[in-house]
């Protein structure tokens, strides 16, 4: 596992916007930056599933968060670039984004890949990623240290079988991480991605539902790595793509 131990009150003062904040390691992550003082923006498709993640937060004396509902799958830039604008209206600053939502697809042979399942996974894992940080970097770049980070896979630098859409999906989040990256390099803004590895979650059941869950990563003993991304410890790691599990 990665090692990092913050400090109290780390990420204090931080404004840290997660996608995919109502479930799996999104969920934990969340939790975890506003335990160490950030003021959270919790995004993602299902409100009850934010609220419960927002009573959690506010019932152990964090900052409170903020939340918004948005399904990844259907929006479009303008409503990127919205958000954006409310987030620095109401509070002042974005000085980190966790892009941790995605969809795994079906697993199928590659000739059988259908339309819908390609579209789909395209769309949220790798369209919205794109237009959700083009809108996201003019507001980052105004803090004096953001980090942003992309979420990559194990088939996300190394194809498997059956993994067609979700694996070139998570490729092309780590070829955009590194543009980025080069793009920004030298400046305030970090970009690097986590590869978490295999961690006990919806989307993990989904894709091994026989597995003995046991053996598992739970989502909090991979928080090290998400933690250090976002403190300013990592101020200049830029262009990684780091495992989260050694
Ligand atoms: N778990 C693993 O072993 C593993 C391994 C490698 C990489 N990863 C990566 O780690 C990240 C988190 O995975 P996880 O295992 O925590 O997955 P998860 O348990 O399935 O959680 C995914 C989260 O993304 C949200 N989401 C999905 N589609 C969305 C959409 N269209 N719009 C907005 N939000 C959406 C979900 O919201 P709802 O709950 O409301 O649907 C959920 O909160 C993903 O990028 C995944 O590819 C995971």
């Known amino acids: 596992m990665f090692k990092y131990q913050p400090t109290e009150n780390n990420l204090a003062g931080k404004t840290i916007l997660v996608t995919g904040a109502g479930a799996g390691i999104g969920k934990t992550a969340a939790i975890n930056y506003a335990k160490y003082g950030a003021t959270v923006v919790l995004l993602g498709k299902t409100v009850k599933k934010l ?7 506010v019932n152990a004396g964090y900052p409170e968060p903020a939340i918004i509902p948005l399904d990844l799958k259907g929006a479009t830039p303008q409503h990127y670039k919205d958000m954006v604008t409310t987030i620095v209206e109401q509070l002042s600053s974005l000085d980190g984004a966790l892009l941790n939502a995605s969809v795994l697809g079906e697993l199928t042979p590659f000739t059988q890949i259908n339309k819908q399942t390609w579209d789909d996974v395209m769309q ?87 597995e003995d ?18 403190s300013d410890d990592s101020k200049h790691v830029n262009g990684q793509r780091l495992d989260a599990q050694a």
């Not at 609220?51 to 937060?57: M, N, P, T, W």
């Not at 979700?166 to 400046?187: C, L, N, P, R």
Request: aromatic content about 10%; overall charge negative; proline content about 4%.
């Open 124 to 210: 949220v894992n790798l369209n919205a990623q794109m237009y959700l940080a083009q809108a996201l970097i003019p507001a980052m770049t105004q803090s004096n240290s953001a980090s942003l980070v992309f979420t990559t896979s194990g088939v996300g630098n190394k194809g498997r079988a059956f993994w067609g859409p979700y694996s070139i999906s998570k490729f092309a989040t780590e070829g955009m991480m590194q543009v980025i990256a080069d793009e920004y390099e030298g400046s305030s803004l970090r970009t690097n991605a986590i590869n978490p590895g295999a961690t006990n979650t919806n989307m993990r059941s989904s894709a091994f539902p026989a």
């Open 51 to 57: 609220e419960a993640v927002y009573d959690e937060i």
């Open 213 to 230: 869950k046991g053996s598992l990563a739970s989502a909090e003993d991979i928080m090290p790595l998400y933690l250090y991304l976002m």
